[in-house]
């Protein structure tokens, strides 16, 4: 099995920083995507930044210049450095991994979910 363990987030003041990090583990053969997510009250779950299977990074537009994504610890590990936070960035962010495994197929997996709340 795999998982995916979030850590970071918390309360912090507008225009502040936190740092995100997802570390995947268990029979894993290959990570192929991972990255983050998000979802704020009542709307939909929506694409923060991930590394695609091509090598790529993607950005949402709203947190290009302000978020950096990252991979360390032989890649199994994803982290996301937020700055100049703003009160519309308050959300549920989730780690997201699409993850080959030793010995069986192909999914995507979904970490537990870390709030971030921006607000004065």
């Known amino acids: 099995q795999v998982q995916l363990v979030e850590s970071g987030g918390g309360l912090v003041q507008p225009g502040g920083s936190l740092r995100l990090s997802c570390a995947a583990s268990g029979s894993i053969f290959s990570i192929n995507a991972m990255g983050w997510y998000r979802q704020a009250p009542g709307k939909q779950r929506e694409l923060v930044a991930d590394?695609?299977?091509?090598?790529?990074?993607n950005y949402a537009d709203d947190v290009k210049g302000r978020f950096t994504i990252s991979r360390a610890n032989a890649k199994n590990t994803v982290v996301l450095q937020m700055n100049s936070l703003k009160p519309d960035d308050t959300a549920v962010y989730y780690c997201?991994?699409?993850?080959?495994?030793?010995?069986?197929?192909?999914?995507?997996?979904w970490g537990q979910g870390t709030q971030v709340t921006v607000s004065s």
């Open positions: 590394f695609t299977s091509g090598g790529n990074i």
């Open positions: 997201a991994a699409d993850i080959t495994g030793t010995g069986y197929g192909t999914a995507l997996y």
